[in-house]
């Protein structure tokens, strides 16, 4: 078996498909030149193979170069001296694995000088602190020197004698003069030493009231302090520990819930705001419960007791928030992608999404919850987008092993649907029976059911219905980033957390943070002049902002504002509203200038007899603008029964003093 010669390489005759060429002889029989130049092209040959070996002819004469050292793939021919394949050049291997050694080398030289470098500075300094220590143990060890006599004796320069006190004096000394000059000379001592005792009574006291503000600072100032409304100052600590987008929202979501909450007086040190918050922080960053009891000074059941009973609050306060929009919502805020694919039939859009959960002790309820798609136990839940993508349902949680079918068959999203209403889901939902007894139509994307691929209408229908149902799966991913406890495996008391069933309740705290993630679709949603207003509404989560609009009518604002989820209320107000008619056609006049509603338009018409003026807030058929104008009586066409006074409207002739989009 033939090898190649080259250090590294390793091609065998067997597995390389390659050529192998032999290292070139001298060919002294065909005149000089041609001698010297193979002797050339065969030293250049050894030195670009670089083997330490190459000396013994028989190494040289037995083995080859593969063509994997050649640019073209082979050597050149012995004439083509400028080719670069007249050399091997390629992979060689050689030159810079000695290169990189001897790089290595050098690297692992400096790293052992910079270790000893370390190791004797190290060395130096322990040295030189126990000749420190020894020296300062060696002062301490000195005896301190005893004072046995003081002398107390000055000169006092009026009289030119010597003042003593000494105890050495004699008793006479004591008995005469002694006792003045006695007098005279602590009195001198003490106002001598005055100054000095000051400077040392200020520098005492100076250090007394150091200490007292470092004991002050230990133990009053760096006190732990559970988060409060003091610690979310910001919106932006607001939007990382809850979700929610300012202090406002915030407080609005807590007033709306707390005193519905079941709070056991005495039994927290916590205020209901402390208790809002944690629940909170749990949802948006999944915080173990240990955790939060060590955030907020409180014992671990104390967590457990006060997010169950906030939970339970939060479900019944704010699931009623994501309900199922009308269809007249629905066609008159239809996005465009929906109208060019599907026109204005899209009700909902389906989708079930897991969330993954500790393995559970029970045998029965481990099978039941183990995900075949996840491999993994996970929770089960339905979910249902709107076109505009607003979530209008909420499912209860299934064990992952329930199929999509099955949770939409049996979760109640069916008995939603009207007839005409159409259904986009995932192939996975084969429900277009279920679906059809409702009168709905279910859009599903095609299968080959067999067949090799898709016809070309197939494929343009489900790219259709792909381009649309992504949707749902976007608000699900924006759902599971802002509250991460969709995102880890859910604790097994998270999940039995319930009213009065034992059964799977984990989409309390889906619907919670669905409840706040929602945002209001208007159905009139792009004029000027809209005033907004925080209104506690709907969504997978807890609220956001709704758009109320109020409507300017020649430069002068109306007072009354309206809300557009009820559009069938009717308001005297000077017919100054938007009514959501559902077709065009003939309305019953009414007395005392009552408002009536006929084919979208609202209109204020005066006690028939003869001709009436009619003048109000109107929508041209086929328009999306609102308009405000009067109708004179030569638009409006009797009919031949007085008595009931019938008028039949005709869109012609009014004034456009309206608003623009």
Known sequence: MVHCIVVGCGSKNGKH?????????????????????????????????SRGDTKEKRVLESERVCSLHFVSGKAAAVWD???????????????????????????????????????????????????????????LDKSGSIVQKIDFCIDDSSTGKLLCSEPSCSKDFY?????TVGETTLHMVENSTSTEDFEIVCEGSSNTDTQINEFNYMFTSSVYRAPDEGFFDSSDKIRFYTGL?????????????????ARKHGSTILSSFQEFVMVLMKLRLDMPFQDLAYRFVVSL??????????IVAMDSRLSCFIYWPNRDQLWKTMPTCFQYTFGQKVTVIIDCFEVFIEKPSNLLARAQTFSSYKHHNTIKVLIGITP??????????????????????NCGILDKLVPGDTVIADRGFTISESVGLKSGKLVIPAFTKGKAQLDPVDVERSRGIASVRIH??????????????LEEPVDTFVISISLSSSSLSSDKFEATGDSVENPIQIPINRYANCVPCVVLKESLGCLWLQESLSFVV????????????????TADNDSHTYHNGTKFGTANTRDNAALVSAGGWWYNETKCSGRSNLNGAYRRPGNSKLHWGRLDSSDAVYGSTPSTSEMKIRPVNFSESYLTN
Not at 247 to 260: D, I, K, Q, R, S
Not at 472 to 485: A, H
Not at 560 to 566: I, R, V
Request: glycine share 6%; hydrophobic share 30%.
């Open 17 to 49: 498909k390659g050529k192998f060429h032999c290292i070139p002889k001298i060919i002294s029989n065909q005149g000089e030149e041609h001698e010297e130049l193979t002797r050339e092209r065969r030293t250049r040959w050894i030195s670009a193979v």
């Open 81 to 139: 001296k400028y080719n670069v394949d007249w050399v091997p050049t390629v992979n060689l291997g050689k030159p810079k694995d000695l290169q990189r050694s001897k790089e290595k080398d050098l690297q692992r030289e400096a790293v052992e000088c910079r270790a000893e470098r370390a190791k004797d500075r190290r060395k130096r300094s322990l040295e030189r602190q126990e000749m420190e220590a020894a020296k300062k143990r060696k002062e």
């Open 175 to 179: 008995d005469g003069e002694c006792e």
């Open 245 to 261: 987008p300012s202090y406002e929202v915030l407080m609005v979501v807590f007033e709306h819930v707390a005193p519905h909450v």
């Open 301 to 310: 059941s104390s967590v457990s007791r006060i997010f169950t009973s906030w």
């Open 388 to 409: 505009q993508g607003t979530i209008s349902f909420v499912s209860q949680a299934w064990g992952g092993r329930t199929s999509d079918k099955f949770i939409a068959e």
């Open 472 to 485: 749902v799966e976007r608000v699900i991913g924006l759902l599971r980033r802002k509250y991460t406890i």
């Open 554 to 569: 020649n430069g002068e604002p109306l007072q009354q504002q309206h809300a557009f989820q009820k559009p069938d209320k």
